[in-house]
């Protein structure tokens, strides 16, 4: 039997993290990465993002109830193919082949997206998946509820719903995009979020937070002015 905890206060931590962050991010000088107006945004994002998932985690029991209520044929196909836009065996291919395009057509603005894109990509795969493996939260079809964690679970599907894997892969692969071409383009990986709920693969907030890391992740690598630098003793990796 999995070591199943109750956490019903998650919800106040993961927001007041989200507003420590964006305190930490105001008593940086950071506008070197950003301008101030950009920086503002991703601030602004934070703690509205940390509000939002509060609220989500008190209506996961109702959204997810609603949605089994409403399942339909021409429902199951929309959001089966929304449900793609945040599949790794699609995104990857996808980012991939934009990436050749704008070298092939000697296009730098989509080449310089796409490779944001794939940055964005990369970072958000590394904090999805530990978030994951850490808090172990059950997914609804498992019947143990909203509030139920397995923390450092094995690696079973079943235990790992927060954040949603789709939903951030699809904002850290859209967001570049949109904020380079199109805002509309936003409504893919948005499609996805809710795609994830319908399918009954994830609670309300856990897509919130996964939509969270992807926009902020993306946004961030697609608007900094220069490159990151990370050092490991002699090592240094610059992205």
């Known amino acids: 039997m999995p070591r199943i905890t109750h956490w019903p206060h998650i919800p106040v931590f993961l927001t007041?993290?989200?507003?420590?962050?964006?305190?930490g991010l105001e008593a940086q000088d950071t506008t070197s990465l950003m301008s101030p107006k950009e920086w503002r945004m991703v601030r602004h994002t934070s703690v509205a993002g940390g509000f939002l998932l509060t609220g989500a985690f008190l209506t996961d029991r109702p959204v997810r109830d609603w949605m089994q209520n409403h399942q339909g044929t021409t429902g199951k196909h929309i959001f089966n193919t929304a449900n793609l836009m945040g599949d790794k065996t699609l995104v990857l291919p996808l980012n991939a082949a934009l990436?050749?395009?704008?070298?092939?057509?000697d296009n730098q603005q989509l080449r310089h997206t796409s490779w944001n894109a794939l940055k964005s990509i990369v970072?958000?795969?590394?904090?999805?998946?530990?978030?994951?493996?850490?808090?172990?939260?059950?997914?609804?079809?498992?019947?143990?509820?909203?509030?139920?964690?397995?923390?450092?679970?094995?690696?079973?599907?079943?235990?790992?719903?927060?954040?949603?894997?789709h939903t951030s892969l699809a904002f850290a692969f859209f967001t570049p995009l949109a904020e380079q071409y199109s805002r509309w383009l936003y409504l893919l990986p948005a499609s996805t979020a809710v795609s994830r709920v319908y399918k009954d693969k994830h609670w309300a907030s856990d897509v919130v937070l996964g939509a969270?890391?992807?926009?902020?992740?993306?946004?961030?690598?697609?608007?900094?002015?220069?490159?990151?630098?990370v050092a490991f003793n002699k090592l240094i990796i610059r992205f």
Request: net charge positive; glycine share 14%.
């Open 123 to 165: 970072a958000t795969a590394i904090i999805t998946e530990g978030l994951k493996r850490t808090l172990g939260r059950s997914r609804p079809y498992t019947g143990h509820g909203p509030g139920a964690f397995n923390p450092f679970p094995p690696n079973k599907p079943d235990y790992k719903a927060l954040p949603s894997g």
């Open 16 to 23: 007041l993290l989200l507003i420590v962050f964006s305190d």
């Open 212 to 229: 969270a890391i992807g926009f902020l992740t993306g946004y961030f690598f697609q608007h900094k002015d220069q490159s990151v630098q």
């Open 99 to 105: 990436l050749a395009t704008g070298y092939l057509g």
